[in-house]
């Protein structure tokens, strides 16, 4: 079982930049990739950027792409999100998700943070 908490959301002008956390209790961290998704209003949830065990390996929707950096400090049971040049479309809930190495589905989910980016 793993419980997932994000912080860091808030609002921010179109331009700006704002760092998202989450912090995992539980047990193997390790042994998760740790994905990052987001869901605007009216909208499908969709998977923005995710990030492998040992971080080696990173995937970025092309919508965020060279803009958004995951990251993630393994000792610190903790993944995240460095958001820049925030467009008002980038407005959303973002969720991090974990999934177990060799599965396809995400099983463990943080309760979301709001993102908003005001033009």
């Known amino acids: 079982q793993v419980q997932l908490v994000e912080s860091g959301g808030g609002l921010v002008q179109a331009g700006g930049s704002l760092r998202l956390s989450c912090a995992a209790s539980?047990?193997?961290?390790?042994?998760?990739?740790m994905g990052w998704f987001r869901q605007a209003p009216g909208k499908e949830r969709e998977l923005v950027a995710a990030?492998?065990?040992?971080?080696?390996?990173?995937y970025y929707a092309d919508s965020v792409k060279g803009r958004f950096t995951a990251s993630r400090v393994n000792v610190k049971n903790t993944v995240y999100l460095q958001m820049n040049s925030l467009k008002p479309e980038d407005t959303a809930v973002y969720y991090c998700?974990?999934?177990?190495?060799?599965?396809?589905?995400?099983?463990?989910w943080g309760q979301g943070t709001q993102v908003t980016v005001s033009s």
């Open positions: 998700a974990a999934r177990i190495a060799g599965s396809d589905k995400y099983s463990y």
């Open positions: 539980g047990r193997a961290f390790t042994t998760y990739t």
């Open positions: 990030i492998n065990w040992s971080g080696s390996n990173t």
